[in-house]
């Protein structure tokens, strides 16, 4: 495996991959499939955003707050460590420690399909998003089909996406909005439930 820093991150401090320690343990799960896909993107893209790191007061020892993943898949394509930059996060001790690891990692926005849509518009080669990524739900069915790299002759971009329309149903109780939902699966129309 090829791990560039970017150059970007060269004034930050630097510290060893394998003198950090996990706190966040077991909090997140990372799939076989995710890993690869996080190998392949750390490969390609390189180490492009720091990691957040806290020492304990008392021993010193480096604790990742932030970056345990990328960290996962770092210590094992490089079991002797890589130097990787850092910004020091500061907590009085571990359970101060533990709630600004549920800070960073809480996802406050949700990410729609529209908004997805939208957001990629601009993007000429969407192929990297099935390659790199875990917005592969987010893709059109064509677009998820395609071969890896945008393999068809459109190149895979956001030009490619076929018009959708979005059709809101409101139902006056659950039985009708599962009717409803199960009519529209059937004649093969892609459905969500939003509950208000």
């Known amino acids: 495996m090829k791990l560039e820093v970017s150059t970007a991150l060269h004034d930050l401090p630097f510290i060893n991959t394998a003198d950090l320690y996990d706190l966040q343990g077991n909090l997140k799960d990372l799939t076989e499939k995710n890993y690869k896909l996080l190998k392949k993107s750390i490969e390609k893209e390189g180490f492009i955003i720091p990691l957040f790191v806290w020492f304990e007061p008392e021993s010193g020892v480096p604790y990742t707050l932030d970056g345990n993943q990328r960290c996962r898949v770092i210590r094992t394509e490089f079991p002797d460590g890589v130097e990787l930059p850092y910004i020091e996060v500061h907590a009085t001790d571990k359970a101060d420690a533990k ?33 790199l990524t875990t917005f592969t739900d987010f893709l059109d069915k064509e677009i998820k089909n395609a071969p890896s790299g945008g393999g ?8 490619d996406y076929e018009t959708k329309f979005v059709l809101e149903i409101t139902a006056k109780d659950e039985a009708t909005q599962q009717e409803m939902y199960n ?9 969500r439930v939003l509950t208000l």
Request: with cysteine.
């Open 99 to 131: 709630k600004k690891i549920l800070l960073i990692s809480s996802q406050y926005g949700e990410t729609t399909k529209e908004g997805f849509d939208e957001f990629v518009a601009e993007i000429p080669d969407t192929s990297f998003i099935k390659d």
């Open 152 to 159: 068809d002759d459109s190149g895979g971009g956001a030009a």
């Open 183 to 191: 009519e529209m699966i059937e004649r093969g129309f892609t459905c």
